[in-house]
T-cell receptor, first 113, second 118 residues
Framework: SQQGEEDPQALSIQEGENATMNCSYKTSINNLQWYRQNSGRGLVHLILIRSNEREKHSGRLRVTLDTSKKSSSLLITASRAADTASYFCATVGENSGYSTLTFGKGTMLLVSP | GAVVSQHPSRVICKSGTSVKIECRSLDFQATTMFWYRQFPKQSLMLMATSNEGSKATYEQGVEKDKFLINHASLTLSTLTVTSAHPEDSSFYIC??????????????FGPGTRLTVT
């Protein structure tokens, strides 16, 4: 079953601007991951943040996690047209034996040149 | 490293026939593989989890007799859609995780298979 809810569902920005996507979830987690999917393609893992971490960076990506609010955000700085894709958050439950991922509904990001 | 392939990338079949999709981990041994289904403009829904040499665990609402999963080796899992119908048309994505380097919670995704049933 889906747990995460991303907002916004769609986001349209200009190149160079920052893009912020949010994700909320319902149950206790071991970690939260963000993935990117280009249209009709597989998923690319972007970043994993553990439940005891609050912030993580990777290149132009910054992820925050607030377990008290059961929410996370993904910030893409200085966006490029090539960042156009759908972005999904996915959680691994606290007691998930197989590290099963539960995906949110995703945010479609469009970056215009 | 950690590359997962799927074959075929696209398949069109007639209603009533069966289709097999392969998922391979190319450079690591996948102790666990996952199969997802994705409808247009929607998120991924987990269908089943499979471990090498054991029966797959299906999510609620997924018919195990319709979606046959075999994980016969540490590098190969197959999903067979039996007696396919137009409503089975979807994007099927597999992922794998295994021992060795890398975060144990990270899954590596295949490029997906677009199934169209006519």
């Amino acid at each position: 079953s889906q747990q995460g809810e991303e907002d916004p569902q769609a986001l349209s920005i200009q190149e160079g601007e920052n893009a912020t996507m949010n994700c909320s979830y319902k149950t206790s987690i071991n970690n939260l991951q963000w993935y990117r999917q280009n249209s009709g393609r597989g998923l690319v893992h972007l970043i994993l943040i553990r439940s005891n971490e609050r912030e993580k960076h990777s290149g132009r990506l910054r992820v925050t996690l607030d377990t008290s609010k059961k929410s996370s955000s993904l910030l893409i700085t200085a966006s490029r047209a090539a960042d156009t894709a759908s972005y999904f958050c996915a959680t691994v439950g606290e007691n998930s034996g197989y590290s099963t991922l539960t995906f949110g509904k995703g945010t479609m990001l469009l970056v215009s040149p | 490293g950690a590359v997962v392939s799927q074959h075929p990338s696209r398949v069109i079949c007639k209603s009533g026939t069966s289709v097999k999709i392969e998922c391979r981990s190319l450079d690591f041994q996948a102790t666990t593989m996952f199969w997802y289904r994705q409808f247009p403009k929607q998120s991924l829904m987990l269908m089943a989890t499979s471990n090498e040499g054991s029966k797959a665990t299906y999510e609620q609402g997924v018919e195990k007799d319709k979606f046959l999963i075999n994980h016969a080796s540490l590098t190969l899992s197959t999903l067979t859609v039996t007696s396919a119908h137009p409503e089975d048309s979807s994007f099927y994505i597999c992922s794998a995780k295994g021992g060795g380097a890398g975060d144990p919670h990270e899954q590596y995704f295949g490029p997906g298979t677009r199934l169209t049933v006519t």
